[in-house]
């Protein structure tokens, strides 16, 4: 039986996960029995589209990549257009919700009431935005739980690289006592430029020109898209119900070219760190600069990429390091995502 999907929001990791289920149909099915199939795309800028038998996902990439919309989608007996996102999510029949719009991290909208709606209807949800899972995790998973549903979100931390899935599952058994990482791949490709001998304003610019960067960076260099991972981390992994006003957040803008030359000096090296510390008083979260030693494993990350460090009782630190951003990735965290919440229906049935 397939697994009927609902796209909510179609940009880039929209289209980037379509193309990968187009990719990867044959192998998905053969290696997993697994058939996922699209009845529901809900964008507020390109259109939408339901087809309780699927839509034809060629003829969907190929009607945004000559239009930019949905619009040129040909018709077929039962399509449904212009339906809304709340709409779609209420009509559409499929079994989960695949929530990928741009959300405002400061309310966490829309995409906290498209989780509401689609628990009611008893409908999973996978999801890559921040903003939820920071700002209103205990009563999304509570509501997710009464209504019999899974809600996974392993893109919203780094992407496709499981920072989620491994203190999870991999390293599950362990006490966790620190979490320390490189979680924003902008802010870590600018004190490697820095260290090259840019300034900071030259370092952005040059991060914006290459895309890493928005032309409004503040997220970025003040920490802010650390914090919400620093929020999802201590709520899903430590099972610390962590608020933004009690961590300490300080971003990069104030680190000089002085600063760099002596850290190097010192043998050590800038990094704009997440953290979160058990204490016997309790939990310590920050998002600041720190001088790394340059034999920590997060010192050797350069350019855009994120890691993390799990220091665990039984194993020791493990370190994780990956792509924290990009539309593949993106895409390949929504699928794994998706194949969890398959596994864990044939675990029910079976």
Request: hydrophobic fraction near 40%; glycine fraction near 10%; charge should be negative.
């Amino acid at each position: 039986m397939a697994h009927k999907l609902a796209l909510i929001g179609f940009g880039g990791v929209g289209q980037g996960f379509v193309n990968i289920l187009r990719e990867k149909k044959e192998k998905l099915f053969e290696n997993h029995h697994i058939d996922f199939k699209v009845v529901s795309i809900s964008d507020l800028y390109k259109g939408s589209l339901h087809h309780p038998d699927g839509l034809c996902l060629d003829e969907v990439i190929k009607a945004v990549q000559d239009t930019g919309s949905l619009d040129t989608y040909p018709n077929h007996d039962g399509l449904i257009r212009d339906l809304s996102s709340k709409e779609t999510i209420e009509r559409t029949n499929a079994d989960s919700i695949v929530e990928m719009t741009f959300t405002d991290v400061q309310t966490g909208q829309p995409a906290i009431d498209h989780c509401k709606w689609a628990f009611g209807h008893k409908r999973n949800v996978v999801m890559t935005n921040k903003g939820p899972v920071a700002l209103a995790y205990n009563e999304l998973s509570n509501l997710a739980k009464e209504n019999g549903v899974q809600w996974l979100f392993e893109g919203a931390v780094m992407s496709g690289t499981p920072a989620l899935r491994l203190p999870q599952v991999t390293l599950t058994g362990n006490e966790i006592t620190e979490i320390k990482g490189i979680l924003n791949g902008t802010t870590n490709y600018m004190l490697m430029r820095m260290e090259d001998g840019l300034d900071y304003e030259e370092a952005l610019k040059e991060a914006q020109d290459l895309g890493y960067a928005e032309a409004d960076p503040t997220a970025d260099v003040e920490g802010h898209d650390v914090l919400y991972k620093i929020l999802i981390l201590a709520n899903v992994v430590l099972g610390v119900p962590l608020k933004r006003e009690e961590v300490e957040c300080i971003g990069i803008s104030t680190i000089s070219k002085a600063d760099i030359k002596k850290a190097k000096e010192l043998g050590k090296r800038w990094k704009l760190v997440g953290a979160i510390r058990q204490k016997e008083t309790g939990v310590e979260a920050t998002v600041q600069p720190e001088q790394l030693d340059l034999d920590d494993p997060l010192a050797g990350v350069m350019g855009a990429m994120n890691a993390i460090t799990y220091t665990c009782d039984l194993s020791g630190p493990i370190t994780l390091v990956g792509a924290g951003a990009g539309i593949r990735e993106t895409g390949f965290a929504v699928l794994i995502d998706l194949i969890e919440i398959n596994r864990h229906k044939k675990g029910m049935e079976g």
